[in-house]
């Protein structure tokens, strides 16, 4: 008798647990003080959906860097100096036991 | 002392059940529901991919297609936002719920599709607030980002609106521009749920070949292009977060809405990743593999149901015993 309510006590206990979780709230990540609201100025005169901006207008950071092979020096970065090679990158073809795909990263 | 050993047994036993039901499995359950599809072409329903141009292969989205995703490729964010949309009024019964990005995360900077990495490229940028703000108006409520540094795009200095003066070198030129939400725009109103690897670090494809698949799995996924109306390719790309989400890779860990700022050079060795291949082409054939019996018995149901008739002329008509 007592095994069995232990046993009744241990489900009721993990089927509480289970069925306060199973509940996805979609806003659940508006509870997380990350959200940038308050970080974002309300524009009153803009009352349109989406702003898009200008096509073509290259900002001036990303006008500068000509990515060029030579940049791929590692660095405590890799990521940021290795974008030319990134587009074509790795390897490969066949070895002699295994075939190994092409990888490409998505930075 | 038996009856207690068995009760203890069974304790653990739904201990166990329960630890292994972690999160991710709920949000994957919610996102992409569809594990045990018994059809090839049924694998992807309701779920939209979208790919950069550069990270995909020739006519890569047949082959997503065939599987019953709606896939997107495109170097234009407007382009690709105007497809879901499309595509969802288009389709009623295939509408996209779950949408996956395939896309590069620029450093945490910015989601970026391109045609390559030449300045004038052509390339556009997207703020994850404003996916949020405009799926959410086609039923569009998760969004997993399979984007390097994924939780870097969830600053709140950016969350709304990129900054292309970031000084990033890989934010290049946006040719086809940035896409960012109105500056009334509130996240935290916001249904649509971001989803992202806890771990945020490079992110990868592998490209692989159809003929790697069992010649059964290559003609139901012939038969499922043909009936999306599509030629099967030879290559197709493939995320290794996919996998995981496809396969339920007990390794994968989601979370959603958090950020972080530490900008990661983690990468997953080609083994691993060769691994989760290997994975996925199992997946694929053991889904192909379910497929096929249904369809051998009811060419046999078929048959039965017309006898040979009796003939006096012809004897091997007769069904043989």
């Known amino acids: 008798m007592r095994t069995i309510l232990a046993l009744l006590a241990v489900v009721a206990l993990f089927g509480c647990r289970s069925s306060r979780s199973d509940k996805i709230d979609p806003n659940v990540q508006t509870s997380v003080t990350n959200t940038p609201a308050a970080t974002v100025p309300v524009n009153p005169n803009n009352t349109t959906g989406t702003v898009v901006e200008a096509k073509g207008t290259a900002p001036q950071s990303a006008a500068l860097p000509t990515v060029t092979p030579e940049l791929n020096v590692k660095t405590e970065n890799p990521p940021m100096a290795s974008a030319a ?10 070895s002699t036991t295994t075939t190994t795909h092409k990888k490409v990263r998505k930075d | 002392m038996l009856r207690r050993f068995v009760s203890l047994a069974f304790v653990l036993a739904f201990a166990a059940s329960v630890a292994a039901d972690t999160s991710t499995n709920r949000l994957l359950l919610n996102a992409w529901p569809g594990e ?3 059809k090839v072409s049924e694998i992807g329903r309701g779920i939209g991919v979208v790919f950069s141009p550069d990270l995909s292969v020739k006519d890569n989205c ?3 297609e065939a599987l019953g995703f709606a896939c997107f490729q495109d170097a234009d964010w407007t382009n690709i936002l105007a497809g879901v949309h499309t595509f969802n009024l ?8 779950t949408l996956i990005l395939e896309t590069h995360g620029t450093n945490g900077n910015g989601l970026k599709v391109q045609a390559g ?9 997207i703020s994850v607030g404003a996916l949020q703000e405009r799926l959410e108006a086609d039923g569009v409520f998760h969004v997993v980002i399979s984007a390097c540094n994924s939780g870097r795009l969830l600053r709140p200095a950016i969350y709304n609106r990129l900054d292309p003066y970031c000084g990033d070198k890989l934010f290049l030129p946006p040719t086809n ?9 509130d996240p935290r109103l916001s249904a649509v749920m971001l989803i992202r690897p806890q771990s945020s670090h490079i992110e990868t494809t592998l490209v692989g070949t159809v003929a790697e698949l069992r010649p059964s799995t290559r003609r139901a996924l012939a038969a499922a292009a043909k009936l999306r109306g599509v030629a099967l390719p030879k290559e197709f790309a493939v995320s290794d977060m996919l996998v ?8 994968l860990q989601l979370v959603t809405g958090a950020h972080t700022d530490d900008l990661s050079a983690e990468i997953r060795s080609q083994q691993t990743s060769e691994q989760l291949f290997t994975k996925f082409v199992t997946h694929l ?5 379910r497929e096929r019996p249904a369809a051998a018995k009811k060419t046999m149901v078929a048959k039965k149901r017309v006898p040979a008739k009796p003939s006096s002329k012809s004897a091997s008509a007769a069904p043989r015993r």
């Open chain 1, 85 to 94: 090679q990134d587009a074509t990158t790795t390897t490969t073809t066949k």
């Open chain 2, 36 to 38: 045990q599809t018994k």
């Open chain 2, 90 to 97: 288009l389709n009623p019964d295939r509408r996209i719920g």
């Open chain 2, 244 to 251: 995981q989400m496809l396969t339920r890779d007990p390794y």
């Open chain 2, 285 to 289: 054939n053991r889904v192909a593999l």
């Open chain 2, 177 to 185: 521009g940035i896409v960012n939400a109105a500056d009334d725009f």
């Open chain 2, 62 to 64: 047949h082959f997503y």
């Open chain 2, 117 to 125: 990495y030449e300045p004038d490229s052509p390339r556009s940028y």
